[in-house]
């Protein structure tokens, strides 16, 4: 059985649980006190993770770490979600390095700073990273103008991807999604659709906190 080390904060980690759930495949969760600073430590790091981050997946003895990695594991061992054509599967990694890169990576900092940040965030460091949210969402915005998913006629891996971080409550990020970028919202909707889809906070463990900022 997989073991998904994973809390309840971590679009990263979602994205995997969410492809297990829509595999229907059991999987077990292995709970990361992430905000107690257990992947600071090098002892944890050594055991686990040198980068010290989630989500690790455990497959019998094969540990996995970076969710793109995961999913592309995933993909080829189940044989679905991973796109039809060897054309669609070099579409897929394209927007799952654009995901990484752009995408989830500012907009994840962002969610971060305002929701779980220790201080109050740099009103410059926010609009910066505003700025790079607004040019990368307008890029899936009218991506997902003409279609349904990222690649293809049907959900993939680049869809778990960069949807991570989109079913939290807008209060974490204090950005109206749907309504700025209303394609990306009809999109969300779409993936809730998929069975065995539930919200980071049912799927994973941890409880939900107040955002701080």
Sequence with gaps: MYRLHCFGQS??????????????????????????????DPAWRDEHNEMGEVPILEDGPLRLTQSGAILTHLA??????????????????????FDNHKFTSYF?????????????PDPVVMKFLLGRIE???NIVDKHLSSREFIVGDSPT?????????????????????????????????????????????????????APRW
Aim: charged share 20%.
């Design 157 to 209: 891996i680049a869809d778990f991807s960069l949807s991570g971080y989109q079913f939290f409550p807008q209060d974490e990020s204090g950005i109206d999604i749907a309504g700025r970028w209303p394609h990306i919202g009809a999109w969300v909707e779409r993936l809730k659709a998929i069975p065995g889809w539930a919200s980071p906070y049912d799927a994973m463990p941890g409880e939900q906190m």
């Design 108 to 120: 994840a900092t962002y969610r971060f700073m305002k929701a779980f940040g220790k201080v109050e």
């Design 135 to 137: 040019g990368a969402f």
């Design 11 to 40: 679009g990263n980690a979602f994205k995997v649980a969410f492809m297990l759930r829509a595999l229907d495949v059991p999987f077990d969760t292995v709970y990361v006190d992430f905000f107690k600073g257990i992947s600071t």
């Design 76 to 97: 080829k061992k189940h044989g679905r979600f991973g796109g039809a054509t060897e054309s669609e599967q070099f579409e897929v990694l394209r927007w799952l390095l």
